[in-house]
């Protein structure tokens, strides 16, 4: 018998036979993984596995390939907080689902996990939470090798009128050395950069290009798997809550 003890943030659930049900985890120091809850269908136990909630974990199984069980202690839930806006429920759903289909299974990733769980306690606050997600989409293409140098131009060595990134090499460009590929660079914006006030505009502009690495960089090398709608319902949650602001 295998077993080991962890924490983690639930990414996903779905039932399995008539009373379990089968979550997927981001765990601290075991990555992504899956086992079965028994009984985790319950009227009672059920609200404890919602995606986003953290919880304590004991996995086991007979061998290390098996897919296993998990013991679970609910340690903090955060659907009240996701459903008291639009924002915060489309913040979860986008970060559980990207995390789901991004993460190699059984991989630890201590610093995306801590990153991960920081974002999340910033749930219900509108004010902060767009700019700490797009740190966290910087941060997750930098765990995965997909990162973007931003310190200077990749055609002249130059750091200074950095307005665009190369789609190729995720590297920034200046506006003179641009030339003919303009229409093909992304844009870079001040705060992608680090720089500069963080108003919603500049931030959408900014996950349009961590977007593109995310979707056809990092998604393409695992099998070219589309970019989850839960991430554009919260672009869009995100710029209604610029609007009314």
């Known amino acids: 018998m295998i077993d080991w003890t962890d924490e983690g943030a639930i990414l996903a659930s779905r039932p399995f036979g008539e009373t379990s049900v089968i979550i997927e985890v981001f765990c601290a120091q075991h990555g992504r993984h899956a086992g079965v809850v028994r009984g985790g269908n319950s009227r009672k136990r059920s609200p404890a596995l919602q995606p986003g909630a953290q919880v304590s974990l004991t996995w086991k199984a007979r061998l290390?390939?098996?897919?296993?069980?998990?013991?679970?202690?609910?340690?903090?839930?955060?659907?009240?907080v996701a459903m008291r806006d639009r924002l915060s429920l489309a913040g979860l759903n986008a970060v559980c689902a990207i995390l789901a289909h991004v993460l190699p299974e059984r991989e630890a990733h201590v610093p995306l996990y801590q990153r991960t769980i920081s974002l999340l306690d910033l749930l219900g606050q509108g004010d902060v939470w767009p700019l700490a997600y797009l740190r966290w989409e910087q941060a997750l293409l930098d765990e995965m090798g997909f990162g973007m140098d931003l310190s200077r131009c990749a055609v002249r060595g130059v750091n200074?009128?950095?307005?665009?990134?190369?789609?190729?090499?995720?590297r920034a460009v200046s506006r003179e050395a641009a030339g003919e590929w303009v229409e093909r660079m992304l844009p870079l914006p001040p705060v992608l950069a680090g720089k500069g006030d963080a108003n919603t505009a500049d931030i959408l502009t900014a996950l349009k290009t961590t977007g593109y690495f995310i979707e056809h960089r990092l998604m393409r090398s695992l099998g070219d798997r589309p970019m989850p709608a839960a991430r554009g319902r919260l672009l869009d949650a995100i710029s209604r809550a610029g609007d009314a602001q």
Do not use: N
Request: hydrophobic residues 30%.
């Open 160 to 170: 200074q009128d950095l307005i665009y990134v190369s789609p190729k090499s995720g």
């Open 64 to 80: 290390e390939s098996h897919l296993g069980t998990f013991a679970v202690e609910p340690l903090r839930s955060r659907t009240a």
